[in-house]
């Protein structure tokens, strides 16, 4: 019983036919991503402009606090000032928000590509469609429905990093040092907006007791830790829609007019600093990329210099999930598959069944 | 049709090689205990940037294509009705068993919340656009399915006394009578998890580079998935012929060649087109790391193709070359596509560190190790009683 | 002397000196030697210069000052006044000859304008000229008038001969106060009213009086301006940041800041900057040698008040006091981690050695294994052999 090539191929071309289902007729592009996410209805979100940054790292502090994150080193800088100074390299399992700078040539001048440098903050963007939960595979990560804020949940996460892997920002990050680690990526401090009363409206959020200490200020804020302390609102909280509002305002002034610059909470009574608009490019960062973000960047030279990268106007996780539902789509193609597979294995098990009946005995 | 029967090869268990893959293997526990008191980073060079390192890569992604023979060998001979492979069944099914359950063992170490790992079959945790948790259901199913479908190699090990006693001979009636839903499920799991494999990396968007990254990726890794098993199984038994002496499948393979060099004409076939009708050809002869990748798993997976059509493929040394290639050509295809052509960008680098490819090599070692083991003591090489295996002892 | 009693140490020691008699403002020989080496630090300069500094300080005809007022209020001299090392009488008494200032003078009226002209007159291009005050010059400069004229033209008469000018404080250097929005007077720095010359600022409300002592004993020992920026201010004195040597600056970089007066962390001195600081945008040396010589950290964001820009122009008296200032960082932040930091392991030999150990063994056994094989022909008999058998 020899077999042709061709008698081979018309039965896996059927097999694999059943397996991808229809669409591989479809040409070269066999699977339409699916239908991008909406921005929730409530969406949170941060505006960061890098050109009112000052690079004091208020927020990175504020944030260490705010979340209860150790002091980091990096390794060239551990042997001589172990635990002194916090200087994270970029974001960690230790660090959840981080200012890095853009440097060029003389650095002569803030916000200028070339001889120029620029100030930019890491964190998580809070994806309106996010890869780190659709790759999730034990439903760690959340994205709230009405605020979009992207939280994670150690309960139930399995420790498998695909979050890491998928992510096009590389923000979550898992504690390799640890021998019980965690994913950790900045959840936009959730936990304090949550046990906010004020939470919904716009009260002034930097309230405290008298002879409050200042460091512990934000434990009294309404409003995400750098946030709060950003002393030039280049990190400033709000909706996202607002935000949009404030960025597109922004473009449209002249660079060195005098603008006042909203500090904290956008819409908040906090009062403003009033400074020159900066050279800003053309860009507001995250409104499209990847299907947009909660996140969004104003920026002083192109964003690839600043570590954002480029990236398509859809996310990564509606190709996949496009993909996945299609071959998936109600179980019926593996269910169809199988039928298929039971009945050809179930022909050719008749087939040998009774000659091999005695011999099977056991030796 | 001739009767297929199956014995042990006997001989003694703990030789040489078996006490130096024992040697691996301890060390291999040493850098494990390591890692379960001090945190993976201890032992392992993985980061944030690239958190997928060679305990997946290697052991499972690549690992479970060496696997994929049972499976292969399962759509031949079952679902297509070639009965003539059938000698081949069972050595194959036992390279699923371990290249699978070690798969499983990897990503235990792997998990870095392994204690919540249970997590994946509670349904109020489940959540079903993940390709990973479709990915980790369907191997924790298909390694149950692979043990129940080797598990007739117990049964016939056991003494008929000590069966009817336990009432075993009836599982094993059992077992035979509906080992073709077994086997449907056997073809049907990995065709599934083996294309999501591929899926997986659609995540990875502009990270991975466009030479590897398409959407017809499940259908590449399912192809390359076959051809593996395929390519498994003639190394595996080339190997076993030599070693022990059995009696020489040359003439089997030889026709199930043509086979292997479909499957391999319709993979490059398919990347290339895909390839062209995206647009990125330029991309393959850019000269960078990307594009000589790219080449290098091409050439193997050319080479094998031209060897299995020509009549060299009856010679058991071209065979086993063409085997080797397209098993190197697979493998550094999985190995550039989850590994070597992902740039997370903002200046992360990955080589393992030498702990964690001491890891990586125990577990290989301990699947050589039970494998040996298995088929010296259970009946799993083709052969009767009335023809002895070459080497008695 | 007055000084010398307050300190009641060296009172006796003014017959000891041995030449510089009677030069000495009731300093011992030590003292005054120290002060010029003093001075010669600040300045920049080595230590040896302090001699060289000491004769000039001392040399038997002292240079003729002449001191103009114009729209001020005297704060500048009066923190000259309170200059301790030494004290300003030894300057204007025994190291140069003030022989015209309005609040100094012992004379008064016609006979202290007589002195000033006979002194220009005699001095003609010897003089140094010192003006503190911004110079009115809307309707002819009638808003300041000192002797029946406006200022304006006593300063472009005493600046025909002058051999150096300075300008003190910020009205002088850049128009300070009376400058202010709306500038009703229309006050202009000296600089503006003398196109083509050379005039030494001193800005600052009021300048650190050691900074303008320092500049004119650089201008008697070397005979000319010490080395100046684009704003002709003395390089040694505002030549750097006010942030880049402030003693809360760790503060800063930490991102401590004082949120409202009286806070914990201003109570406990973290940075000033969100209280309106203008120190990262103000070019002086307050927090390098501080005011009234009382000790380290009396300056004002020594003492808990943010910097208020005095001494910069478009800065002080125009910026809001609590507002943000823009930091001037030129020197390039390197504490802050690049964007594209190299972060991951490299290839560690054991690594390299296994990864290699490994290839070779792979390749020594498959080439062990290829030999032992058939290489096709000799077998082909036995395969179709077995070949046959099989189905």
Redo the contacts between chains.
Sequence with gaps: MSISRREFLRGAAGAVATAVAAPTAEAAAPFAPREPKPLPPKALGMLYDSTLCIGCKACVVACKEANDKPVEQPQHLAQWNEGAWDAAEDISGKTLNVIRVYQNGAMAEKDREINGYAFVKRHCLHCIDPSCISVCPVSAMQKDPQTGIVTHNPDACIGCRYCVYGCPFNIPHYQFDEPFGRITKCQLCNHLLKDNPLFFSHEDSSKAPPGTSATALWKYSRIPACCDVCPTGASLFGWVEDLQVEAERRLAFKPGEMVEFPRGLLGGDRPGQVAPVGHYQPHIYGEKESGGTQVRYLTGVPHEKLGLPKLPDHSSAAVSEGVQHTLYKGLIAPVVLLGGLVALARRSARNEGEPKNDTERPS | MTAITHRPLGGKMVTKPFLILGLFLAIAAYFILRRFLFGMGDVSNMSNGYPIGTWVVLDVVIGTAFGCGGFAMALLIYIFNRKAYHPLMRPALLGGVFGYTLAGLAVMIDLGRYWNAFNLLLPWYAQPNSVIFEVALCVMAYITVLWLEFWPAFLERMPLAFKQRYRLDQLQAFLKRYMYVLVAVGVLLPTMHQSSLGSVLLILGYKLSPLWNTTWLPLLYLISALAMGYGVVMMEATLVQRTFKTPSEVALFARLSRVVAGLLIGFLALRWGDLAWRGYLGLAFAGDWDGNLFLIETALFLAPIFVLLSRRRASQRWQFLAAVCLLAGGSLYRLNSYLMAVQPGNGWTYFPSAPELMITIGIICLEIMLYLLFIKTLPVLPGSAAEPHGRPS | MDTANDDGLETGTIQDLDGYQGALGGLSRRQFLKYCTGVAATLGLSSWMGIRIAEAATAATRPPVIWLSAQECTGCTESLLRAYHPTLETLILDTISLDYHEALCTGAGHQAEAYKAKSMQENWGKFVLVVDGSIPTKDGGIYCMVAGKPILEAVKEAAEGAAAIIAIGSCASWGGVPSSDPNPTLAKPVHEILPGKTVINIPGCPPNPYNFLSTVLYLLTFGRPPALDVKNRPKFAYGRLIHENCERRPH????????EFG????R?G?CL??LGCKG?ETYANCPAIGFGDVGEGNWPVGIGHPCFGCVEQGIGFTKPIH??A??K??T??T??????????????P??A???AG?AGLAVGA?AM??R??????A??D???G??G???
């Design positions: 800063f970089d930490a991102g401590r800041f004082a949120l806070d914990h962390g201003h406990l973290f900057y969100k990262p507002a943000l823009q930091v960082t030129y390039p932040p504490a802050f981690p690049a964007v594209n930091s190299a972060k991951g392991e490299g290839v560690s054991a690594a050695a296994i990864v490994v498959g294994a290829w032992g094989m058939d290489d096709g022909k077998e082909s036995r395969d179709s077995q070949g058998g099989a189905p």
